[in-house]
């Protein structure tokens, strides 16, 4: 893993929680947009260069939805920069880490994402994510 890219916390209201972030980190978001193919709105607070993102769902089936209804608001997973992803996946693979997904796939902050199981690593969900290009 290159570095912690962010931490992501779900939320059930991100205005609520952008105001609360704002208090406590001292400035407001840099960044807010919208992820469809997960069902998410998405800010990101820059702390000494680790991002926090705060998610919302924005479908009842989304992933966010579905893990704030099982266990609340909170820590949600922990996002590390890795390149190439597509290497790291096969290495982790090949270790016996289950992932998610077989192809990585849009996320936010123009990143390709996949995610680890979190019963194979101690019941956090990691994500592991690298800059999109253009055109993917």
């Not at 193919?37 to 800010?43: D, F, K, N």
């Not at 290497?87 to 996320?107: C, I, R, W, Y």
Request: charged share 30%.
């Amino acid at each position: 893993m290159d570095k912690l890219e962010h931490i992501g916390i779900a939320v059930k209201n991100l205005e609520k929680s952008n105001r609360l972030f704002t208090k406590l980190l001292g400035k407001p978001p840099y960044k807010s947009e919208d992820v469809p193919l997960e069902g998410v709105r998405t800010s990101f607070f820059d702390v000494g260069g680790v991002k926090i993102e705060l998610l919302e769902a924005i479908r009842a089936d989304s992933p966010i939805a579905k893990f704030i209804e099982k266990r609340g608001e909170g820590l949600h997973h922990l996002a590390f920069a890795v390149d190439p992803i597509e290497d790291k996946m096969k290495e982790l693979s090949a270790e016996g880490f289950h992932l998610l997904s077989d192809q990585p796939k849009v996320g936010a902050d123009n990143k390709m994402i996949v995610f680890l199981h979190p019963k194979a690593t101690n019941h956090v969900l990691v994500e592991l994510c690298t800059e999109r290009l253009i055109g993917k």
